[in-house]
């Protein structure tokens, strides 16, 4: 992962120029000092979950904290194999399932407190992002003596982890190779992040057969994630080198290649292999090495509605995407303009804008906040909420109650 | 890097299919099994060899072997900081200067007895692909009992190495990021490979401003060099995914806006760093990951050239990819049609192969034999040795001895 020199960070902070306009320098072109690594191994493809014993033991793991979601991966067989594979190695086990979308504070301390009982030496994330983020803060929270919220709001740094380890059963949040994590504290309405590079996941299997029984909703906000994991420093970057936006529009390509053919066939293993290997590179530092001043305003407006209303992330980011492009294309319509050509084939800015719109509607994730049960009502809500959030974004002297009201108000 | 499960390599060996037709399967897409592992830390950018001292210290390292080439580095003030960066971490050093262009063997013995009598405990390569080549042969030669040489004609696995690490002056072989090395042995003319996780860097450092007292003839054999490390994969491979695809198409792309950029300008920091990023990229496993079935033909040919005849790598590739690509478009037609309209925007396969020798005829890398002082009279020689590269490539099979004579003979 891209880990820049300052912040150590996916989210970077905006620099000075990125501050004072909002969004990118309109045809910066500038290589930015950055430091690249990022030691996840990943094992990718068919059968790959049945290796998971050998890695935790090739790593001297003896008892593992074995996290999980909905009781599906047990129905499905995928839990038995897993099993399997750890009592080969003889690598013992805890189980704790029931992490949900949109993960929560409390759930991650009763499984710090779960491992810290049973001396568990690593975690194992079987599940979606949901999961294997619960899982990066339970792994930083048995390292850390206080409460391990005091992780994501700066009363403490994470200094190191137990080894994470993680079998993918959605492809979206490209968790499985950085160090980041999102989760929500559903008392205080908080949905905050932790980064660090002790939560590198030690390995990742990414099977993309395993996901095929994924709905075709959760497809679709995949989709959106991972489009706006791409577009965040796309256009918020101060400076954009070409030879970044190329690989980003690659990605995105892809990614709207590959879902339209899931969608009509989601028996496809080869689009959802190319899915889910885009949805990886989206976000481990391959498209934000080099690339300076960019900031996550899509992801700190997003993380206020699903906090408030539990909506799925996805879901919330391809309604705030097009919204915050038609507040932003006018302060850099360069960029705007080759994302219309690159990626959709159209002239304008304007018309790339709508064109992205229009793919959402016509795969079917929401772009209106009427489609999330929500309106104008609830923006001041959602607005008071996010104002919490771009201070860690690092952005909080362009993103006002002012602009984010409007930026909200352009998705009713 | 991309390690095949099987070949641990980026020189992956090919399929049923690719071994059968020579190149890869038109139309065919399929994500391929793999294991994604790269765990070099890349330090890129200005300044960025002044923190080697520090790199080294944090790794525990108390002597290193500092090897370089030319004495440029001493005139040009470069060995004085990285001296400093060592000293105020009080590293110890020993110096190994004169490493050649493709590099040779007795060079590498004569640094092995060096590191041995001095008892270093890493390596330091402050140079280009050549010295860092060189490097990891040193340092895989420092674990092992035997003579050096026998690590690359098979008779010893590389178990270990010492830790490496690099100070890149000249973009081209993405050695600084991936796990394997060429060196010519002097003796026997021949150019052979070695490949182990043990080789990867621990930490390279890519400062593209060291890079701007390359010449010009070096700019060019560089970019022919990138260029090959990107079309082996995209046209020999079995299966080729639209997502590797476009990944590849990006990166040369970028090496060719640059490189015409860097021959108007020399001062352009902005492409020579895009240029030095395509590079590492262009051969860390990141175009390779999920591609099945690919072969290095181009390579395997180039290697007997400047084994025998001593000429640059990258300008032996730019009379060798042309040639090849004339005798394999009909095997493999849709991909060629692919490059001709993503990379030169014409219409045919025969277009694109005419429009890359075109470019390499503007950017001044030769195209033809007779270029590189040889013609019709060295083929027969240039066949025997490449007769000799092709079974550790793993396409012996294809490339019979007619076979690797009609390439050349395109080549006249």
Known sequence: MFLKDKSHGLYGRGSRRSRESGVGNPGGEHVENFTFFNPTKIEFGLGKEQTIGRHLSEHGVKKVLLCYGSERIKREGLFDVVARSLAEKGVAWVELGGIVSNPVISKVREAVSLGRAHQVDAILSVGGGSVLDSAKAIAAGLRYDGDVWDLFVGKAGIESALP????????????????????????????????????????????????????????VYSASDVIAHL???????????????????????????????????????????QFAWAATLALNGLTSAGVS????PNHAIEHAISALFNVPHGAGLSVVMPAWMKWSLSRNPAQFKRFAATVFGVDTAEQGVAALEAWFDKIGTPTRLSQLGLGETQIPAIVENALGNVGAFGIADVYTRETIADILTNAL
């Open 164 to 219: 994470l380890f993680a079998i993918l059963t959605l492809a979206a949040t490209g968790s499985e190779m950085n160090a980041a994590a999102v989760v929500t504290n559903e008392e205080t309405r908080e949905k905050f992040f932790i980064m660090s590079p002790a939560l590198f996941p030690v390995a990742s299997i990414v099977n993309p057969t395993l996901m095929r029984s994924v709905s075709r909703e959760y497809l």
């Open 231 to 273: 577009i965040e420093g796309y256009f918020t970057a101060a400076e954009h080198p070409k030879l970044q936006s190329r690989l980003v529009e690659a990605l995105i390509n892809t990614v709207i290649e590959t879902t339209e053919a899931l969608l009509v066939d989601p028996e496809d293993d080869d689009a959802r292999g």
């Open 293 to 296: 001043g960019s900031s996550w």
